[in-house]
């Protein structure tokens, strides 16, 4: 079963992972004049510049709003960056892996998994934000862990299936840029969902990535446990992306080598 192959291969290669978690932390600001800082100037600069649109230009009333977007925006950075890495991650490594024999899902991992330590490193904003606006640090806080989890699951089942189908048909690439805009403007980042009618409001919740956004505001802003109902839905899918993603993964990766 591929399952069991998974698990095998991840315990004989666990440390290369490591090494290429290592690799794209190192080289994805590799001739960047800040390197690293880009990960608390990027969103601290989308921060300052929407929150001077939308709380002063348009007016549009949410507590603590420079908070609120960025506990949004980080979440779906997240996301979007690893899913996309882990679309790029086979055709990106095709040199590697045409000359030896890898685990080739270990591409796809290894992205989400150097995504997730530029996120930590991003919340080092998210906390200095915090401070300078004087908002509350709830005891909640520590269960924003449930829907990053949750979301990171659901990005390695999404991104070995865009992985996939990217070896496959490069034209997925352009696609999924446009989803994902789209998805972007559908998770509530910078607007509260007050702003759909009461009966349309219901349209967030077919949204995964907004749940994790919903669950963490939870726990950072409304100092309450993540909305359990969200977190249940958000866990099911993840859970069956994942398992869809390793299925469609392990059927075609031997045919991955015909099209590099």
């Given at each position: ?34 390197g690293?800082?880009w ?6 600069l ?84 915090m ?5 509350p ?6 269960f ?8 990171v ?5 999404v991104?070995?299936i ?31 969902v ?38 249940i ?28």
């Amino acid at each position: 079963m591929f399952d069991k192959r998974f698990i095998s291969n991840f315990t004989k290669y666990k440390f290369l992972l490591v090494e290429l978690v290592k690799r794209d932390i190192k080289g994805k600001y590799k001739d960047s004049v800040l390197g690293l800082l880009w990960s608390f100037l990027n969103p601290l600069l989308t921060m300052v510049v929407l929150t001077f649109i939308f709380s002063y230009v348009f007016q549009m009333s949410i507590d603590n709003f420079p908070v609120y977007f960025l506990t949004g925006f980080l979440i779906f950075n997240l996301f979007n960056a690893a899913t996309n890495g882990a679309m790029e991650s086979i055709k990106g490594n095709a040199g590697i892996i045409k000359k030896i024999y890898l685990p080739k899902y270990m591409f796809a991992l290894g992205t989400t998994c150097s995504e997730l330590v530029n996120f930590l490193i991003s919340l080092v904003v998210l906390v200095l934000v915090m401070l300078v606006t004087n908002a509350p640090f709830h005891p909640t806080i520590i269960f924003t862990i449930i829907p990053v989890f949750l979301l990171v699951i659901m990005a390695i089942g999404v991104g070995l299936i865009l992985a996939t189908l990217t070896t496959f048909f490069t034209d997925i690439r352009y696609l999924y840029g446009v989803f994902t805009m789209t998805l972007m403007y559908a998770s509530a980042i910078f607007y509260p969902v007050e702003v759909l009618p009461q009966q349309y409001q219901f349209l967030f919740e077919l949204n995964p990535v907004y749940l994790a956004i919903a669950g963490a505001r939870d726990a950072i802003l409304g100092g309450i446990f993540p909305n359990i109902k969200y977190m249940i839905v958000l866990g099911i899918v993840a859970f069956v992306l994942l398992f869809i993603g390793m299925y469609i993964f392990y059927k075609y990766q031997d045919k991955f080598i015909l099209y590099l």
